[in-house]
C-alpha cells in the first residue's frame, strides 16, 4: 500500500485542482490550477516507470544493479514538462491581455461573447 | 532516394520548414511571404495526394521516424514495436486530404486578407505550426505522439484565435478555448499514460493487440472519448466553438475546421482501432449516438436565432459534427454483428465519413465567404447588411453553393451524404431519423434567413460603395467551390474511390494491427 | 463517373436530377419572358410598390432586420430558447464545469452498465 502512494498523491492533486478551476474567481488562481494539474500528470508519468529497488536507467553507470528504471516516461515527462511550459506561458500572456482590455480579471465579468 | 517511402515523414517535414523559415523570409517583403504561403501548402496539397494514391495502391504506409527498423526481435521471438511509427492507412489518407485542401484554400485567402494587419511574419509560422499539428495527428500510430501534435494544434490555435489583439472579444475567445483544451489535453495525457503503464507500449498496434477490456479500459475510453469530443465540438462541451471559430481571421477558422476533424478522427481511432472488438457492451456507442443527436439539435436551434454572421456558422458547425457522430456511433454499435453491419451499419459509415469530407470543404467555404463579407463591408452584424449581390456576385453564387450544400438541398454533395446517414440510422431507430431530419430544416432554415438579410434586399446607402473582393481571397474560394461541385457531380466515383476505401480501412481493425505487428493479432 | 449512389434502401441519380432540373427551369424562364417589356425604366413604372407609400431612398428604412426573422418561431419556443440561452453563460469555467460533468456521468455509467 505504501508503494501506491505516489498515485495517490497525484489523485489528490489533480482532483483538487480541477476543483478549484470552475470554483475560483480569478484568472490567475485558474491558471496555477492548471499547472498544478499539469504537475500531477507529470508526477504520473515518472512514477509509472519505477520499478523497485532499481537503478538509472544509463546503461555505463548503473553498477551492480540489475534492475534499471524504465526510461521510457521519463522522456514522456520531459516532453510532457516542455509543453505545459509553453502553454502556460501562453496562457499568462494571454490573461496579461485581457487584464489590459477589460479592467478586471474576474472570470465572471469577462463575457461579452454569450448566446 | 524513393520518394514514395518518405511521404509521411516529407508531409510533416514541408510546412514544419516552412514554419521554420517563415521569420526570415518575411523580412524581404509582402510577396514573397505571399509566395512562401501559397507554395508551402501547395506542395503539402502534391504530397497529400501523392499518399493517398500509394496507400489506395499499396495498403497502410508505415514509416519509423529515425530508424531502420520498426520492431525488435525479442529472444522469445516476439516482435516488439520500438521508436515512433507513422502509420498512414486510408481514412488518415483520407482526412489527410481534406486538412490539405482546406489549408491551401486558406492560406491563398490569407494572402489578401490580412493585409492590414503587422507580425505577419509570425502569422505565417504559427499557420504552419497548426497545419503541422493537424496533419501530425491524422498520419501519427503513437498515442503520445498523438498527444503531442494535439498540443501543438492547440498553441498555435491559441495564438492564431487571438491575432487580432486590439479586440478584447478575441483573446476572451481565445482565453476560454485555452482552458478548456489544457484540461482536456491533460485527462488525455493521463489515459495515454495509464495504457502505458499496463501494457508497456505506446504504439497504438500494439496497444490494440494486447487490449483486455477490463475496469481500467473502460476510464481509459471514457477519458478519450470524452476529451476528443470535447476538441471537435459535441454538445454540452461546444461552447468555445461558435466564440473561438467568429473571432479568428477567416482564413485561420478555414484551418481550425480541419483541426476539429483531426479530433474526430482520433475519437475514431481509438474506438474502431484500439478498442474495436474489445468494445466492451453498447454504452460508448450509445453515448456518441446521443451526444451527436445532442450536438445537432441543439446546434442548430442555438444558430437559428444568432444575428452575428460569423458566429451563427461556427454554431452550424457544431450542428454538422452531430451528423458525423451520429452515422459513425451507428457503425460502432454494430460493430460486431455481421449482418447488421452489412444492411445499414457500413452504409452509415460510409455516409459519416463523406459527410466529413463535405463538412470540411462546404464549411471552410462559408466561413471563407464571411470573411469576404467582413472584409469588403468592415460589419459583421447581420443587421447592418443588406442586398450586397450587386456588388459581389462570385462571393454571392459561392455562398449560395455553400449554403445549399450544407442544408442538404439536392443536387449537392450535403444531400448525397445526409441521405446515406437518414436511411441507415433508421434501421436502429426511426427517431434518430426524425432529429436529423428536423436539424436540417432548420439549417435550411437559417440559411436562407442569412442569404436574404445579407446578399438580397434593398441597397443600403451605408454599403454603397462595397467592392468584390481581390483575386487571391476569390481563388481561395474558388479552390473549395471546386472540391464541392467535383463531390456533387461525381458522387459515385468520390464514394467508391475516396469514402469506402477509408470505411474499410477503418472497420479493419485486424488490418491496422498487422501492418506493424506483422501478421495477424 | 456520373453514376448512381446506391444506398441499400433506394438510389440517387444526379444526371437525372439535371436532367429534371433543366427541364423544369427551361419552362419556367419560358413562362418569364412572356411578361411585356415595354415599360419604362427610372419611372414609377419600374418601382417597388410599398402599399400605396412613398418608397424611401435609402434602403435601410424598408428592410426587415435579421433580429426580427423567426420572431415568432423564438415566441413559440420562449421557455426552451430561455433555458438554452441561459445554458450558454460565456463564463469561461462554466465550460470546464461541463465537460468534468459528462466525463463523470459516463464513467459512472460505464462503470455500472
Known sequence: ????????????????????????????????????????VNLFLVALGYRTGATIPIHYLAGEGTVMVLPTPQAMTLTAIVIALATTALLLSIIMLVYRHYGTLNVDEIRRLRG | MNWNEHLPALLLAVPLFGAFIAPVVCLFGKTTRNILMTGITFIT???????????????????????????????????LPIRIILEADAFSAFMVLCGAIAAFAGALFSTNYMEKFSG????????????VGMLGMMVTGD???????????????????????????????????ALVSQVGSMVFLIAAGCLYGKYNALNMAAVGSLLQFGTMEKLVLVFFVGSLAMKCGAFPMH?????????????????????????????????????????????????????????????????VVQHEIKRLIGYHSVSQVGYMLLGLG???????????????????????????????????????????????????????????????????????????????????????????????????????????????????????????????????????????????????????????????????????????????????????????????? | MFGTVYTGFGYWDVTSWILFFGIAAGLTLWLRAQGRDDYKEGTDQDEIYWSGNVVPEDGEDISVPASSAYW??????????????????GIATDIVGFYVLVVAFMAVFILIA
Open chain 1, 1 to 40: 500500500m505504501i508503494g501506491n502512494a505516489p498515485f495517490f498523491v497525484v489523485g489528490i492533486l489533480f482532483l483538487a485542482a480541477l476543483v478549484a478551476i470552475f470554483m475560483e474567481k480569478n484568472l490567475i488562481k485558474i491558471a496555477i490550477a492548471i499547472s498544478i494539474i499539469s504537475s500531477a
Open chain 2, 45 to 79: 496539397l502534391i504530397i497529400a495526394l501523392l499518399l493517398w494514391k500509394n496507400v489506395l495502391a499499396g495498403g497502410p504506409a508505415i514509416y519509423v521516424m529515425g530508424g531502420e527498423s520498426f520492431n525488435i526481435a525479442l529472444p522469445s521471438g516476439m516482435a
Open chain 2, 120 to 131: 505577419m511574419g509570425r502569422f505565417t509560422s504559427l499557420y504552419f505550426l497548426l497545419t
Open chain 2, 143 to 177: 498515442l503520445f505522439n498523438f498527444f503531442i501534435f494535439i498540443e501543438i494544434a492547440s498553441i498555435a490555435s491559441f495564438g492564431l484565435i487571438a491575432f487580432w489583439r486590439d479586440k478584447p472579444e478575441a483573446i476572451e475567445a481565445s482565453l476560454k478555448y
Open chain 2, 239 to 303: 461552447m468555445w466553438l461558435p466564440d473561438a471559430y467568429a473571432e479568428a481571421p477567416s482564413g485561420v477558422t478555414c484551418l481550425l475546421v480541419a483541426v476539429s476533424q483531426a479530433s474526430l478522427y482520433g475519437l475514431m481511432r481509438v474506438c474502431f482501432s484500439l478498442y474495436g472488438i474489445n468494445l466492451g457492451g453498447s454504452f460508448i456507442p450509445w453515448m456518441i449516438i446521443a451526444m451527436g443527436l445532442a450536438s445537432m439539435f441543439f446546434g442548430v436551434s442555438m444558430a
Open chain 2, 330 to 521: 451507428v457503425g460502432l454499435l454494430v460493430l460486431k454483428d455481421a449482418r447488421s453491419m452489412a444492411e445499414y451499419g457500413f452504409t452509415a459509415m460510409k455516409g459519416g465519413i463523406f459527410h466529413i469530407f463535405n463538412y470540411t470543404m462546404y464549411k471552410a467555404l462559408l466561413f471563407l465567404a464571411a470573411g469576404a463579407i467582413y472584409y469588403a463591408t468592415g460589419k459583421r452584424d447581420l443587421n447592418q447588411l443588406g442586398g450586397l449581390a450587386r456588388r459581389m456576385p462570385f462571393t454571392t453564387f459561392m455562398f449560395v453553393i455553400a449554403a445549399a450544400a450544407i442544408s442538404g438541398l439536392p443536387p449537392f454533395n450535403g444531400f448525397v451524404s445526409k441521405l446515406l446517414i437518414y436511411e441507415s440510422v433508421f434501421a436502429v431507430h426511426p427517431a434518430l431519423t426524425v432529429v436529423a431530419l428536423v436539424t436540417s430544416v432548420l439549417t435550411l432554415a437559417s440559411f436562407v434567413k442569412v442569404f436574404q438579410t445579407a446578399f438580397l434586399g434593398p441597397e443600403k446607402n451605408a454599403l454603397v460603395s462595397t467592392r468584390e473582393v481581390p483575386a487571391g481571397m476569390l481563388l481561395g474560394m474558388g479552390v473549395l467551390t471546386v472540391a464541392v461541385l467535383g463531390a456533387s457531380l461525381f458522387p459515385a466515383w468520390t464514394l467508391s474511390n475516396l469514402v469506402e476505401p477509408a470505411a474499410k480501412a477503418l472497420v479493419d481493425q485486424a488490418g491496422y494491427i498487422g501492418a506493424v505487428m506483422g501478421g495477424g493479432l
Open chain 3, 72 to 89: 415568432g418561431f423564438r415566441k413559440a419556443l420562449e421557455p426552451y430558447y430561455n433555458r438554452l440561452i441561459g445554458m450558454h453563460t
